[in-house]
């Protein structure tokens, strides 16, 4: 693995999609496309062989479906980061995705632009979903029955004060400079406990730091 | 008066004037009630048929109403004229005449219980002025005291036979004839008891007892009627209830074969717009004209991805059960692409896991078709086996597919089923949906029972091969990209 360049697994059943991907993310200098895989089996027995750093992840493929493969990759190994890519923002797509282990979500017919900042995003572990995905997945929570897990919320009060203020933030959307700004403190205190926090509660990244404080009922989903 | 005597006596005879049995000595009283007669006459003086049908169950005694009263009729017509011998001294030639009325009333009342019971009421009205003395006593000397008759305390003025004539007359009628009528009849019968009530003092009083049976019996007889009613518009109202969910079913089976066409088509929409993004790439250098073309081809296909997602949301939210609506009409978000033949391999083995014998033959030389063409062959085979699965278990199912250069035929064909179906709510839907598939693509769908006791599915979907390359594209076969 060469370091600065990410590793990129595209699974689509669709050739024409995982061949058009290729060619876009292979014109960026620092993303190699190392693989592609048909289906959701395939795709988890290719990450197993490549060990890539990002999988492109349609949703509906016929074997087993992306979701399942999602969560099937990332519960193997904490490695890999999951984007997943489908032709519908379908909120249920959207929260699927998220509680299965994916690390972002994206439409089909993104720009290269935003597919490779995608990646970028994904691969550095400071993913945060699009604004516009944020809101949909509060308002999927607020649906959802607001009880807390208790499991989850014990492990919230492994953090600290401090901690727990950051990853409600980090749950609203805010990035690292914006939290900086919130809390008056530099950004580089915002990224150690960010850091932390991850650590502490074995998070994949700040995706997964959201689905867990609305998981946890840190955050209960209002005003948006 | 003697007129108006004439008409009461002889009721079964059109006579066309208005009843009044009151006797209408008073014609000032007559022009003053001339519309309430004419309410009456048009209630009671008519002849329409109003037979009594037979009863829907059980079917073995469903004629068992008529046999009854036709026995009844037959007892009475026995007992009569004995009766109006014994206690009226009425005999030979009037009590046959009554005991025939009476009877013949009964009989009557099961096809006109109206006429009916105008024939039970004159027998009892002429047999109370016929009885103490011939000629006829008129109304009008009532309520003069009778001179004493002979035979000691028979019923007056209805007999027993005249209240169980009457009785099961009304009865009939309750049950035809509307509220209004009932009462009116009730309110004439009761008239006409009580102006031949005054009897003498030796006589035993009936009329009270007659009344109160007439009123149980209509008012049994109306709430019969009332009850049938209810369960008829009942009956109304789940049919027109029926109809609306098969329209409805329709419309849903149509917005969901809209709803995965226009899946298919997002589908593309998306690849087209990946490849209007990759072309440049494929170059060398590309040219300015190049690239603004493919931008053009992105922007459209943008666009319409845009349109397309609103109109898979309008048809979803016509469906809140199906929220997503591009997948097996599970309600959730479909997590497969939407088949093709591809699948069928798949689909097979699963309706064999699932108990069923299938065999499978492919005929003409295999071609990829339209995505449309394919996902509709795809669903019509499913809906075939899962209609095998649930209403032939334990059959064998053949699944033919011919290759034509015209298009596609599908024959789904299953046995006799070897045991007896569980039964299944539901049915029917599916061989609509395959219908409304076939039909949009401009191609036919048969089904029936084969000769052996199974059933058949067969369609063809039109889809002409394709035209050698030079050709223009040309219609559906253009989009083609599998």
Redesign the interface.
Same mark, same amino acid.
């Given at each position: 693995m060469t370091s600065g360049t990410i590793r990129v697994l595209i699974a689509d059943?669709?050739m024409?999609?995982r061949?058009?991907?290729t060619?876009?993310l292979n014109?960026q200098p620092d993303i190699e496309v190392v693989g592609q895989a048909v289906d959701g089996r395939d795709a988890i027995a290719r990450v197993a062989e490549l060990a890539p750093d990002v999988v492109l992840m349609d949703?509906?493929?016929?074997e087993l479906?992306?979701?399942?493969a999602t969560r099937r990759i990332t519960e193997e190994s904490p490695h890999p980061r999951v984007l997943v890519l489908t032709?519908?923002?379908?909120d249920?797509?959207v929260y699927?995705a998220l509680r299965a282990g994916a690390s972002g979500f994206l439409?089909?017919?993104a720009?290269?632009e935003q597919l490779a900042e995608a990646v970028r995003v994904v691969a550095a572990g400071d993913a945060l979903l699009a604004p516009g995905i944020t809101r949909r997945l509060i308002a999927e929570f607020s649906r959802l029955d607001s009880t807390p897990r208790a499991p989850l919320k014990a492990r919230v009060g492994d953090l600290t004060e401090r901690e727990t203020e950051v990853l409600a933030l980090i749950a609203q959307g805010l990035s690292n400079a914006e939290i900086a700004e919130r809390l008056v403190v530099a950004e580089q205190t915002v990224k150690t406990h960010v850091g932390r926090i991850l650590v502490k509660l074995g998070l994949r990244d700040r995706t997964q730091a959201a689905v867990f404080a609305y998981e946890s009922g840190l955050v209960r989903p209002s005003g948006y | 008066m003697g007129v108006d005597e004439a008409r009461h006596t002889e009721p079964a005879e059109p006579g066309g004037g208005a009843p009044r049995p009151e006797g209408g000595s008073n014609k000032g009283w007559a022009l003053r009630g001339l519309g309430l007669l004419r309410v009456l006459r048009d209630d009671l003086w008519t002849f329409v048929a109003a037979p009594l049908p037979p009863l829907s169950r059980p079917r073995r005694f469903r004629w068992a109403p008529h046999v009854l009263y036709c026995m009844i009729a037959l007892i009475l017509m026995g007992a009569v004229p004995g009766e109006l011998d014994d206690d009226y001294g009425l005999t030979g030639g009037f009590g046959m005449a009554f005991g025939l009325a009476q009877g013949g009333a009964v009989v009557l009342a099961l096809w006109r219980p109206l006429p009916a019971w105008w024939l039970s009421l004159a027998a009892m009205f002429v047999t109370t002025q016929t009885a103490p003395r011939t000629p006829l006593v008129l109304p009008g000397q009532f309520p003069a005291p009778r001179p004493p008759h002979p035979t000691p305390m028979p019923p007056w003025p209805w007999t027993a036979p005249g209240i169980i004539t009457c009785a099961l007359v009304l009865f009939l009628l309750a049950l035809r004839a509307r509220t209004r009528v009932c009462a009116e009849v009730l309110a004439l019968t009761a008239l006409v008891t009580v102006l031949s009530a005054p009897a003498p003092v030796r006589y035993e009083r009936t009329a009270p007892a007659a009344l109160v049976i007439f009123t149980i019996v209509l008012l049994v007889g109306s709430a019969l009627r009332g009850r049938r009613e209810a369960r008829t518009q009942l009956v109304e109202l789940s049919t027109v209830t029926a109809e609306e969910r098969a329209r409805r079913t329709l419309l849903e089976e149509r917005s969901r074969i809209a709803r995965e066409l226009h899946d298919v088509v997002?589908?593309h929409?998306? @690849?087209i717009?990946?490849?209007a993004? @990759?072309a440049p790439?494929?170059v060398e250098n590309p040219p300015d004209e190049l690239r603004e073309n493919l931008d053009g081809i992105r922007k459209n296909?943008?666009e319409a991805?845009t349109e397309l997602?609103r109109v898979?949301g309008v048809l979803r939210s016509e469906n809140p059960g199906d929220p997503?609506g591009?997948g097996s009409g599970t309600g959730?978000?479909?997590?497969?692409?939407q088949p093709t033949l591809d699948?069928l391999d798949?689909l097979v083995e699963n309706t064999r896991a699932a108990g069923l014998e299938v065999l499978t033959e492919i005929t003409g030389e295999v071609r990829p078709l339209p995505s449309g063409v394919e996902l509709s062959a795809y669903r019509i085979i499913q809906e075939a086996l899962s209609n095998a699965l649930r209403h032939a278990p334990g059959s064998t199912v053949r699944v033919e597919l011919g290759y034509f250069p015209r298009g596609l035929q599908a024959r789904v064909v299953n046995s006799r089923p070897t045991r007896p179906a569980a039964p299944s709510p539901g049915a029917g839907h599916g061989l609509l949906g395959m219908r409304e598939r076939a039909t949009m693509l401009g191609g036919t769908l048969v089904t029936s029972k084969t000769a052996s006791g199974g059933f058949a599915v067969a369609c063809f979907l039109p889809s002409p091969a394709e035209l050698p390359p030079h050709d223009e594209p040309t219609g559906p076969t253009g989009e083609k990209?599998r």
């Open positions: 059943d669709q024409m999609v061949q058009g991907f060619v876009l014109v949703i509906r493929m016929p479906s992306g979701i399942e032709t519908f923002d379908l249920e797509y699927d439409l089909k017919d720009s290269a | 997002a589908h929409m998306s @690849v717009s990946i490849q993004q @990759v790439h494929l296909a943008l991805l997602r898979l997503y591009i959730a978000a479909p997590d497969s692409p699948r798949a990209n």
